[in-house]
């Protein structure tokens, strides 16, 4: 019997919610995974537990202040110890490594991913933002570079299995939000709700700041730009319903008419196995829906007056140009600013939409340029957070 050839895993976040789970599906499928590159940002202690269990080829601690503390606790051990950011960018190119777990949050993804792309790497990605930054240069270096993007984002991860085997049309894709904490908040109590309100997600349990996004719908503004670059589809063919039992996933809407769906609990360990494993499917413990117990599935429209972020993703998207990356940014700076208790929760919104406002959309041929629209769309947020 041949020996099976094991995939090499470098986890990008590994400390994080979508790297930790990565983690349990490799303790499960340890015959076809392996750990050769981990990184993360501050939570040094973890990082370091998880090489000793997991003896990755190396480690990167992206905050430079740790490298000291990692390098001493594993001299002992033939790992190797980087540290920086663009260290990120030059593990993923390791000929030690066959995919890259892209669970950065935020705008860091952006340069790790494209790098990961560039040497042919296959990615599974649930960093949203590299391709509402810089969607059209993302897919090109898929494309050009034979390496393939891989969804790790529930919804998306649910569209893709909704088009395997399909070769018939797309009509529209719809993308279900569960709706976060304050799906039947009125205004005025939007205004006044607090930072432990904003993290206690009814379904799912994610980082801060993908938490925070969530309840204000911009996660899922962020998903329909997405969708748009995973898919090649245009703002029109991208519907989002609010599902709160997030046990739809998402839904794919052919050109006869018939809708796929894909069910299942609301499980990150799901997606991220069917992204690792693809194209079989690898058996996974846990829970199954039961559809008796379920009762009646709710669905409802999504309230952008509430909610306005939504509305200003698809503003981005039909604009395009380098208008992603602006409102990603400012979005960026809001949130860590309202984690911070420095603004309400509603002002999220009005800094996104301001920033916007008051930003110049221009295309960006480079990913250099989308560097500098970043900066200049994070300094233009600093200063209306009064």
């Known amino acids: 019997m041949m020996t099976q050839i094991k995939q090499r895993l470098a986890i990008l976040g590994s400390t994080g ?3 930790t789970q990565t983690l349990d599906i490799v303790r499960r499928y340890k015959e076809r995974l392996e750990v050769t590159v981990l990184t993360a940002r501050n939570h040094w202690e973890q990082l370091v537990a998880q090489a000793l269990e997991f003896d990755p080829d190396s480690v990167v601690i992206a905050n430079e202040a740790h490298y000291g503390a990692v390098r001493e ?8 110890v980087y540290a920086g950011e663009a260290a990120l960018e030059q593990v993923v190119a390791s000929e030690q490594v066959d995919t890259v777990v892209m669970a950065l949050v935020g705008y860091s993804g952006l340069f790790p991913t494209a790098s990961a792309l560039r040497h042919g790497k296959r990615v599974a990605l649930a960093n949203k933002e590299c391709l509402v930054v810089a969607g059209e240069i993302i897919t090109r270096l898929s494309v050009e570079h034979h390496a393939p993007i891989l969804p790790v984002d529930s919804e998306h991860s649910a569209i893709f299995q909704c088009l395997a085997g399909e070769h018939t ?4 894709v719809i993308l279900t939000a569960s709706g976060g904490p304050f799906l039947h908040k009125s205004p005025s109590d939007l205004r006044k709700v607090t930072v432990e309100e904003a993290l206690n997600h009814p379904n799912w349990c994610m980082g801060a700041k993908v938490t925070v996004d969530s309840a204000s719908l911009m996660n899922k503004g962020f998903e329909v730009i997405e969708a748009r670059w995973l898919f090649g589809l245009r703002p029109e063919q991208i519907e989002v ?9 998402s839904m794919v ?3 006869d008419g018939a809708i796929k769906a894909q069910i299942g609990t609301p499980d990150m360990h799901l997606p991220i196995q069917y992204a690792l494993s693809y194209p079989v499917r690898l058996p996974m413990e846990g829970q199954r829906v039961d559809f008796c117990a379920l ?7 999504p309230d952008v007056e509430r909610f306005p972020n939504l509305s200003l993703a698809y503003e981005c998207l039909r604009r395009g140009e380098n208008a992603g990356a602006i409102l990603n940014a400012a979005n960026e700076v809001a949130v860590e600013a309202f984690l911070a208790r420095k603004i309400g929760f509603t002002e999220i919104a009005r800094i996104n939409r301001q920033t916007l406002e008051l930003s110049k959309i221009r295309p960006c041929a480079s990913l ?3 560097r500098q629209t970043d900066l200049e769309a994070r300094a233009l947020a600093r ?3 009064c």
């Open 368 to 370: 250099e340029e989308y």
């Open 17 to 19: 919610s979508i790297g």
């Open 241 to 249: 319903v609010i599902h709160p039992g997030s046990v739809i996933h």
């Open 253 to 255: 809407q052919f050109c």
């Open 169 to 172: 049309a797309v009509e529209k």
């Open 73 to 80: 606790a594993l001299a002992a051990y033939p790992i190797k």
């Open 383 to 385: 200063t209306l957070l």
């Open 295 to 301: 009762g009646n599935l709710e669905f409802l429209a």
